[in-house]
């Protein structure tokens, strides 16, 4: 595999993984508007949801390479 072709597939997981933590980011926001719609929600949990949230927006991927 030439470093091309390896540099395009590392983009690719990069662009995918970016798209997996959007996805989750809406499916935990879609979740804490259902618990909320349906009174299930309490101060605790809501601030949990805030937790996650920022932690998921600022959240950083960390890479390692070795030789």
Known sequence: MDVA??????????????RWREDLTQSVHAYHDWLEANGQLDVQQSIRFYDLLENLNKGRLMLAFLA
Request: glycine residues 0%.
């Open 5 to 18: 072709a390896t540099a395009n597939r590392f983009e690719t997981e990069i662009a995918r993984y970016h």
